[in-house]
């Protein structure tokens, strides 16, 4: 190849972040990263990496692991304990998961552990997209300052509400992220004061511990070097806020979860966590229910750009590693920007039926914790049995088949 192939990448964050260390490898592909916002940040909300997310990761970043857990303050997930948390059966045990089940840490520390590897001189700060066309010569795109430049291609990982969709899916309305008919309240606590609300008992094994019940369910887990505690409290979402969010109150807390929560064992201690700062507030969970496609001409999507989930299977984070992995892989073979529609055509075929059904086994893993699956309800047993099949897909995609089938595509694109 005489010259480069060139890219950039609309959105910073982990996504963006991810693709950037995949491609910035390559040696014909020169990458930029622009992001919207005055510098390269990610809210401080807890995010757990699997094993099979972990193994990805290594192929991009090798000694990913080491990387993390000596600069993003990554602990290891040890064992899970699903509880029953509100009504007659409150303490009863729905199942125990093994541990050593991958990494957990702060989304902030694990953005600025990835942007570290990256050269300074390719990332790009407030930079905000306003729009981009598609012309012979490559993709024109213009930033709200008023900037504009020419890429080969371009690869949207601007998130939920991304500017790069709305151009691949051609302004397809109907496809935009919409609720999934939940929200949640978050606080991340000092350990000390996790025992103290929550109780020693809850600590003397190192396991996560999800209590679900009736019009909701509760977590918490160690992050940050086991010196923080993330809790989380998620709730049954009947009305919807335009912006999103909600004011938490006692009594907005009280009023949403069944009564029979306040009799068990943690609701009190976790409303008392989530009321314990500044502004409590409540976010409505949305997600990318149906996606057509990922990719259109020179233009290709990526994390939650692509196919936001609901975070109840905490599989979104790996879906961005396998995005970035597979991408990577697809365009380190390409041999010329002719190639470049052919490469993103294969992504799309692999990556979204992957993608796909986590969405939709994640909203349904949200609806079981919260006793709206009308067939389980709060049983226990129930409840076990249809976790095991709802989950047992997310850790079985075989990283190496799955970058095969990509690039046996992207060869089979090329022949036509």
Not at 16 to 30: E, F, Q, T
Not at 140 to 165: C, L, M, Q
Not at 197 to 209: H, I, M, Q, T
Not at 267 to 279: G, R, S, Y
Request: proline share 4%; glycine share 10%.
């Amino acid at each position: 190849m005489t010259s480069p192939i060139h890219i950039a990448v609309i959105g910073g964050g982990l996504a963006g972040a991810l693709v950037a260390n995949s491609l910035r490898k390559i040696p014909h592909v020169d990458v930029r990263v622009y992001e919207s916002a005055p510098e390269f940040s990610e809210r401080g909300l807890g995010i757990g990496l699997s094993k099979l997310a972990l193994q990805a990761l290594e192929e991009i970043i090798p000694s990913a692991t080491d990387l993390l857990r000596n600069d993003a303050g990554a602990v290891d997930i040890g064992a899970s304990r699903i509880v029953i948390g509100s009504g007659p059966k409150a303490g009863a045990l729905v199942c125990d998961i093994e541990g050593d089940a991958g990494l957990a840490m702060t989304r902030g520390p694990l953005l600025k552990a990835l942007l570290s590897l990256v050269p300074s001189d390719i990332l790009h700060t407030a930079k905000k997209l306003a729009s981009l066309e598609q012309t012979d010569a490559g993709v024109n795109i213009t930033f709200e300052d008023g900037t504009a430049t020419t890429f080969d291609a371009v690869i949207g990982a601007d998130g939920i509400f991304s500017t790069v969709r709305k151009h691949v899916l051609q302004g397809a309305e109907e496809h935009g992220a919409s609720p999934v008919g939940g929200w949640e309240c978050r606080n991340l606590v000092p350990v000390a004061k996790a025992k103290a609300v929550l109780g020693e008992k809850s600590f003397e094994v190192d396991r996560e511990y999800c209590w679900v019940g009736d019009g909701g369910f509760m977590m918490h887990a160690l992050v940050d070097d086991a010196t923080m505690v993330q809790c989380i409290v998620v709730c049954v979402e009947t009305d919807f806020p335009p912006d999103r969010k909600r004011k938490v109150t006692k009594e907005v807390l009280e009023n949403v979860l069944d009564k029979s929560w306040f009799d068990g064992p943690i609701a009190k201690q976790m409303v008392e966590i989530m009321l314990d700062q500044e502004n409590p507030a409540g976010y409505s969970i949305w997600e990318h229910k149906t996606t057509p496609t990922y990719s259109h001409g020179r233009a290709c999507l990526v994390g939650d750009a692509a196919h936001t989930t609901s975070p109840y299977q905490g599989a979104g984070g790996g879906l961005a590693i396998e995005d970035a992995f597979i991408l990577g892989n697809l365009l380190s073979i390409i041999s010329s920007t002719a190639e470049l529609e052919a490469a993103f055509k294969a992504f799309d075929a692999v990556r979204r039926p992957r993608c796909q059904k986590v969405i939709d086994t994640s909203r349904a893993s949200g609806q079981l914790f919260s006793g709206q699956n009308l067939d389980v309800g709060i049983d226990a047993e129930k409840m076990a049995i249809e976790m095991s099949v709802l989950f047992e897909h997310i850790d079985a995609l075989d990283l190496q088949a799955h970058k095969q089938a990509a690039l046996d595509e992207l060869r089979r694109q090329l022949a036509h």
